[in-house]
C-alpha cells in the first residue's frame, strides 16, 4: 500500500468525520443517508483503511455536500534524481525493482 494512497484515505476520512461532526451526523445516521450499514461507514472512516472503491468514496462525500477531487502529478525532478541515483547505485535486484517503480511512479504518477 503506497503512502500516497494512505494519505488520500487519512485526507478523506478526516473531511468526512469534519463533516460528520458539523452537520450532527452520527455513525448510523450517515450510515442511512448513504443508504449502507454502519460497518462500512466505520471503513469510510477509517484513515488506514485503503479498501473502499472511488465509488463508494465519492458517494459517501455527495452524501455529506463535499466535491471529492483526485489529482496526479510528477514528482519534483530533484527527488525524481536521487531514486534514479539509488537505483543507479544498488546491486540489490529486489531494491532496484522498487526503486524503478517508485521512479515511474513519480514520473508518471500512481496508476
Known amino acids: 500500500m503506497s503512502a500516497a494512497a494512505l494519505q ?3 485526507t478523506l476520512a478526516d473531511a468526512i468525520k469534519h463533516q460528520m461532526k458539523f452537520d450532527h ?3 448510523s445516521s450517515f450510515a442511512r443517508r448513504t443508504k449502507t450499514n454502519r ?3 466505520r471503513r469510510i472512516l477509517d484513515g488506514k483503511n485503503t479498501s473502499i472503491t472511488l465509488k ?3 458517494k459517501a462525500a455527495e452524501a ?3 466535491e471529492l477531487t483526485l489529482s496526479v502529478k510528477q514528482l519534483p525532478l530533484a527527488k525524481l534524481g536521487k531514486i534514479a541515483g539509488q537505483l543507479a547505485a544498488t ?3 529486489k531494491k532496484a525493482a522498487e526503486l524503478k517503480k517508485q521512479f515511474l511512479e513519480g514520473y508518471y504518477g500512481n496508476r
Open 8 to 10: 488520500l484515505k487519512k
Open 39 to 41: 460497518h462500512s461507514v
Open 25 to 27: 451526523l452520527s455513525i
Open 64 to 66: 455529506l455536500n463535499l
Open 56 to 58: 463508494t468514496m465519492a
Open 91 to 93: 546491486s540489490d535486484s
